[in-house]
């Protein structure tokens, strides 16, 4: 037995966010656990142990918080993704009364309308910006709806989804920031009532509940906090990737064009090369050892999303975007118990922008992407796109 191998890497920092695909790579190179100095954490950068440790959530626990310093870990405890069974299997079959498969399916028509009449204003202008304009657009509205927001609240959508992924960092200006944003958006939330919410939408009948005293108000609360913030910034980034990547690969949009049914393997493919969620973690409730490797009972670990996922090991040319590759089993929207209850509605999301575009646009030529960086989650922030319709 021996201790990890120690790295100096700056998970959390400025150069490590804007491009951390290399950084990701050596950390790999380095062996299936890494011990980060800077934070006191055990860094897995390899898909084969990232999906056990997500399987196994008895030995790797979330309810002593995913998030990586003490005020997000509390603002967050006894939520659905920092709960362990019986709590967790609880709380996400409450969720689920409203995100079933079923009733899933049932907003696809309403996704696919508001994609194709997003599309068709922006193909009309002829230049627009992907990200504000389309991938932030839809899932500002989707959500917006499906919540059953007041519509001074709708506006903050954006900001909540960006505020509460940077909360989740060791503190640093961006966790600072996003902790204050947070907190204020706990605050609004846990102060509406039903009425306050569209009728027959899922915050409606979470406070609905709530009144007949079948829901515990502060669980109805936990839940819109899930289903606001969390589920923008993810399903952005999944649309803008999957968009300038087909734009910067003309071969792969004409393919989708001729043949949409390989629109699902874009979003698979998409959040593989760019995993939405970069990094969350885990608890070891026990020393674990692995390989040759002890990593002691209480050590905080940092499963990184976005490193297992352009393994070598694991996918052949891992830096390379194709869509005719079989990406299904991506770690993206995590795996096990806590896989993202919210992943079938983001995907969703993601295909009808997809069908929407390259059903409409013969061609897009995009510019310089911009990004704006955060302590959790990747993302585009703009991306000047101008269309050619034949």
Not at 293 to 315: C, F, H, M, Q, W
């Amino acid at each position: 037995m021996s201790l990890a191998v120690s790295s100096d890497i700056d998970l959390f920092g400025d150069e490590v966010l804007a491009e951390p695909y290399p950084h990701y790579e050596t950390l790999r190179r380095i062996g299936p656990v890494v011990y980060l100095e800077r934070y006191d954490l055990f860094a897995l950068p390899r898909y084969a142990v990232v999906k056990a440790v997500l399987r196994d959530w008895e030995r790797f626990t979330s309810a002593q918080g995913i998030m990586f310093n003490p005020a997000a870990k509390a603002a967050q405890s006894g939520s659905l993704t920092t709960s362990d069974p019986p709590e967790h299997d609880h709380l996400r079959s409450l969720i689920l009364r409203w995100l079933s498969p079923k009733r899933v399916r049932s907003f696809q028509r309403e996704i696919e309308a508001k994609a194709n009449n997003i599309v068709a204003s922006l193909v009309e202008r002829g230049a627009f910006d992907a990200v504000t304009e389309l991938a932030e657009a839809l899932p500002s509205m989707v959500v917006g709806d499906l919540v059953g927001l007041p519509k001074e609240l709708r506006v903050h959508l954006l900001e909540w989804g960006e505020a509460g992924f940077n909360a989740g960092g060791p503190i640093n200006d961006r966790t600072i920031a996003g902790v204050e944003i947070n907190d204020r958006m706990i605050g609004l939330l846990g102060e509406i009532s039903k009425d306050d919410f569209e009728p027959g939408s899922i915050g409606y009948e979470l406070l609905e509940n709530v009144e007949r005293g079948e829901l515990a108000h502060d669980d109805a609360v936990r839940l819109l906090i899930s289903l606001t913030g969390p589920s923008i910034d993810t399903t952005v980034s999944g649309i803008a990737t999957s968009i300038h990547q087909l734009a910067l690969h003309p071969d792969q949009w004409a393919l989708v064009r001729k043949d949409p049914s390989l629109i699902p393997a874009v979003g698979n493919e998409a959040v593989r090369y760019e995993s939405p969620l970069q990094t969350l973690s885990r608890v070891v409730t026990e020393d674990w050892q692995i390989d040759d490797v002890t990593v002691p009972k209480g050590s905080r670990l940092a499963i990184l999303y976005g490193s297992a996922n352009r393994d070598e090991r694991k996918y052949v040319d891992p830096d390379r975007f194709d869509i005719m590759r079989d990406a299904n089993d991506q770690l993206a929207f995590g795996f096990g118990i806590h896989r993202c209850v919210g992943a079938p509605i983001a995907l969703l999301q993601i295909h009808a922008a997809l069908v929407a575009i390259t059903s409409q646009v013969t061609h897009l030529d995009v510019g310089e992407p911009s990004r704006r960086l955060n302590n959790t989650t990747r993302r585009l922030s703009h991306l000047p796109a101008t269309v050619i319709v034949s």
